[in-house]
């Protein structure tokens, strides 16, 4: 084992996440002597289940606009102190290979989510930071300038620091529970009202148990008062409550966050994205001569998912869809057109915390210190990971934001 100095300080990291541990392995090679307590049987669960299992460890664009919160600038303190390099610099030491796909999204060659636990743990067990699951964090009692952390079953654990790292409220079956909030409250900590980031969109829709499970290639937009906020491109599915698929994930904190304002959201998909509309008009004109002895709704077969045709011609208004082809109107026709590029959903929800893969909002960033993870409020907390207002675009991002301020944490708790 290499000797990292004699603990002189003590700290206490809660939470063994991501953010969490790379926190404890900062803090033990800046000296540190180092404890984990993780409220589940087992650390990082989440880890195992990032990036379909893959783990997209990071994203090798991170420019702060990928960032959110109520000041999405304040990522930047931790993401210029441990950055993209230096992550991935130690991820190799650690012995993980990695490569970059589509996007600038980063995966270990294993395509093993569980080797980056794996590398993790082994790298814990060798600095000598010890491990405490099944240990939940009930107080954090700041007390003789250091802490006392009250446990679930009723023990004590003191430390001279404290990293928060309890992760948000996303995926709670993967050991984020919101119990963060509680323990930054209690010591004087604001929190910036959580909602679900990464997420699927509820729709108001009396058909989509007719149209579940159809993908297709859209254009997905989000409007709000019919102003445009945001849109995104790629596989989108159908499910019996709304929609699904990365584009959505990617569209759904901007939903998320003018819903919880009360504010009426629509969806815009353009399910012809490849054409403009005067080709797409030409086009259809030539089909359905083409198909002119078929039904109209026969004629789109090969073209349209067959589960998808009588939908939507029906939300284009069009009462007989099986009217022979060669019998469509130019009204009929335009109907159909704007169906095609511009069917509009109204956004009812999002989609449960189970369901949901990042938290958006958190413990309020203005009273961290963003060059070290410190709180302003009380002296010898630091703060780390999603726990904060902070959330990334899907592809890596968040995973990166756990590293980085985790890591800064780390040294801070151990240094300052």
Same mark, same amino acid.
């Given at each position: 084992?290499?000797?990292?100095?004699? @603990?002189?300080?003590?700290?206490?990291?809660?939470?063994?996440?991501?953010?969490?541990?790379?926190?404890?392995?900062?803090?033990?090679?800046?000296?540190?002597?180092?404890?984990?307590?993780?409220?589940?049987?087992?650390?990082?669960?989440?880890?195992?289940?990032?990036?379909?299992?893959?783990?997209?460890?990071?994203?090798?664009?991170?420019?702060?606009?990928?960032?959110?919160?109520?000041?999405?600038?304040?990522?930047?303190?931790?993401?210029?102190?441990?950055?993209?390099?230096?992550?991935?610099?130690?991820?190799?030491?650690?012995?993980?290979?990695?490569?970059?796909?589509?996007?600038?999204?980063?995966?270990?060659?294993?395509?093993?989510?569980?080797?980056?636990?794996?590398?993790?743990?082994?790298?814990?067990?060798?600095?000598?930071?010890?491990?405490?699951?099944?240990?939940?964090?009930?107080?954090?009692?700041?007390?003789?300038?250091?802490?006392?952390?009250?446990?679930?079953?009723?023990?004590?654990?003191?430390?001279?620091?404290?990293?928060?790292?309890?992760?948000?409220?996303?995926?709670?079956?993967?050991?984020?529970?919101?119990?963060?909030?509680?323990?930054?409250?209690?010591?004087?900590?604001?929190?910036?009202?959580?909602?679900?980031?990464?997420?699927?969109?509820?729709?108001?829709?009396?058909?989509?148990?007719?149209?579940?499970?159809?993908?297709?290639?859209?254009?997905?937009?989000?409007?709000?008062?019919?102003?445009?906020?945001? @849109?995104?491109?790629?596989?989108?599915?159908?499910?019996?409550?709304?929609?699904?698929?990365?584009?959505?994930?990617?569209?759904?904190?901007?939903?998320?966050?003018?819903?919880?304002?009360?504010?009426?959201?629509?969806? @815009?998909?353009?399910?012809?994205?490849?054409?403009?509309?005067?080709?797409?008009?030409?086009?259809?004109?030539?089909?359905?001569?083409?198909?002119?002895?078929?039904?109209?709704?026969?004629?789109?077969?090969?073209?349209?998912?067959?589960?998808?045709?009588?939908?939507?011609?029906?939300?284009?208004?069009?009462?007989?869809?099986?009217?022979?082809?060669?019998?469509?109107?130019?009204?009929?026709?335009?109907?159909?057109?704007?169906?095609?590029?511009?069917?509009?959903?109204?956004?009812?929800?999002?989609?449960?915390?189970?369901?949901?893969?990042?938290?958006?909002?958190?413990?309020?960033?203005?009273?961290?210190?963003?060059?070290?993870?410190?709180?302003?409020?009380?002296?010898?907390?630091?703060?780390?990971?999603?726990?904060?207002?902070?959330?990334?675009?899907?592809?890596?991002?968040?995973?990166?934001?756990?590293?980085?301020?985790?890591?800064?944490?780390?040294?801070?708790?151990?240094?300052?």
């Amino acid at each position: 084992m290499k000797d990292y100095g004699a @603990r002189k300080i003590k700290v206490a990291v809660v939470g063994g996440g991501a953010a969490g541990l790379i926190a404890a392995i900062a803090a033990r090679y800046n000296g540190a002597g180092v404890t984990v307590l993780e409220r589940m049987d087992r650390v990082g669960k989440k880890i195992l289940a990032t990036g379909n299992g893959r783990c997209n460890l990071s994203n090798t664009d991170l420019d702060i606009a990928h960032y959110h919160g109520t000041n999405p600038k304040f990522a930047f303190g931790a993401l210029s102190r441990f950055d993209f390099h230096q992550t991935m610099e130690l991820f190799e030491r650690l012995g993980i290979a990695w490569k970059v796909e589509e996007g600038g999204k980063v995966f270990p060659v294993s395509n093993q989510a569980s080797s980056v636990l794996d590398v993790l743990r082994h790298e814990l067990e060798t600095l000598g930071v010890e491990t405490r699951c099944n240990a939940e964090v009930k107080e954090i009692e700041p007390k003789n300038s250091g802490f006392i952390m009250h446990l679930g079953d009723g023990s004590r654990f003191k430390a001279d620091r404290v990293i928060l790292a309890t992760g948000g409220k996303a995926a709670p079956q993967l050991g984020s529970n919101g119990s963060g909030y509680l323990l930054a409250q209690k010591l004087g900590h604001s929190i910036v009202e959580p909602f679900p980031a990464l997420v699927q969109l509820k729709l108001a829709a009396d058909f989509l148990k007719q149209v579940s499970g159809i993908k297709f290639i859209y254009l997905a937009e989000i409007q709000v008062a019919a102003k445009p906020l945001a @849109r995104a491109e790629g596989e989108i599915l159908f499910t019996d409550y709304g929609i699904s698929g990365p584009p959505i994930l990617a569209l759904s904190r901007s939903a998320g966050e003018h819903l919880r304002r009360g504010e009426p959201v629509t969806l @815009r998909l353009n399910l012809i994205n490849y054409m403009s509309r005067d080709e797409l008009e030409l086009f259809i004109i030539k089909r359905l001569q083409q198909q002119s002895h078929k039904t109209l709704s026969f004629s789109l077969v090969g073209w349209i998912n067959k589960r998808l045709i009588p939908v939507l011609l029906r939300e284009a208004g069009i009462v007989d869809i099986n009217k022979p082809a060669g019998q469509v109107t130019v009204a009929e026709r335009n109907a159909i057109i704007d169906i095609l590029q511009d069917w509009r959903f109204e956004v009812t929800g999002v989609n449960t915390w189970q369901q949901a893969q990042v938290t958006a909002g958190g413990i309020n960033v203005r009273e961290v210190n963003q060059k070290t993870m410190a709180s302003k409020l009380v002296p010898g907390l630091f703060l780390a990971g999603e726990v904060l207002d902070i959330d990334g675009d899907c592809g890596g991002y968040n995973l990166q934001w756990a590293w980085s301020s985790g890591y800064v944490a780390g040294v801070g708790a151990a240094t300052l």
